[in-house]
T-cell receptor, first 107, second 112 residues
Framework: KNEVEQSPQNLTAQEGEFITINCSYS?????LHWLQQHPGGGIVSLFM???GKKKHGRLIATINIQEKHSSLHITASHPRDSAVYIC?????????FGAGTRLTVKP | NAGVTQTPKFRILKIGQSMTLQCTQD?????MYWYRQDPGMGLKLIYY???????DKGEVPNGYNVSRSTTEDFPLRLELAAPSQTSVYFC???????????FGQGTRLTVV
């Protein structure tokens, strides 16, 4: 079993829908990271959180430390949100990455 | 700011050839990392560095070498390329461990 599991693996939504991507981890963490990988391959950091919730525009990330679970929500999804979303569990000395969730938002 | 720059973007190698993937960052970050990304798998850490002159193995270091002679540069060396090294390689940097990381654009390497 992978140390970081994401679900779903693939997700197709219609423009405007509310999106939820889930991440469960089995390792101890200092912080949980959400990354976005664009269709061209580039990776950018979206969030780093160790408790509670963070919001940036239409993106919201939450974490439940006790349950070792985090979610990434996208409100009012748009085709430009189409990308692979990666969850990473950051420990003291390294990060363990999930396999990613491929999101496609159709107009 | 250019951020993290990787070269080349694409490369095809023959089995047994060697090459160096270049990575440079202009943010004065102490930490630099090399990852590989295989289809359907999460990023795997190959090597990392906490500062000039200091490197350490990650999860999948076999077949690779690194050096960190300056803060800016962190090249990854493949000495005897094997088909198992076909992958997309990402270099990244961060000011400290487990803080926001900045990634290069990736190098798609095919070994045939």
């Amino acid at each position: 079993k992978n140390e970081v599991e994401q679900s779903p693996q693939n997700l197709t939504a219609q423009e405007g829908e509310f999106i939820t991507i889930n991440c469960s981890y089995s390792v101890g963490i200092s912080a949980l990271h959400w990354l976005q990988q664009h269709p061209g391959g580039g990776i950018v950091s979206l969030f780093m959180l160790s408790s509670g919730k963070k919001k940036h525009g239409r993106l919201i990330a939450t974490i439940n430390i006790q349950e070792k679970h985090s979610s990434l929500h996208i409100t009012a999804s748009h085709p430009r949100d189409s990308a692979v979303y990666i969850c990473a569990a950051g420990g003291d000395n390294d990060m363990r990455f999930g396999a990613g969730t491929r999101l496609t938002v159709k107009p | 700011n250019a951020g993290v720059t990787q070269t080349p973007k694409f490369r095809i190698l023959k089995i047994g050839q060697s090459m160096t993937l270049q990575c440079t960052q202009d943010m004065n970050h102490n930490y630099m990392y090399w990852y590989r990304q295989d289809p359907g798998m999460g990023l795997k850490l190959i090597y990392y560095s906490v500062g000039a002159g200091i490197t350490d193995k990650g999860e999948v270091p076999n077949g690779y070498n690194v050096s960190r002679s300056t803060t800016e540069d962190f090249p990854l060396r493949l000495e005897l390329a094997a088909p198992s090294q076909t992958s997309v390689y990402f270099c990244a940097s961060s000011p400290f461990m487990n803080t926001e990381a900045f990634f290069g654009q990736g190098t798609r390497l095919t070994v045939v």
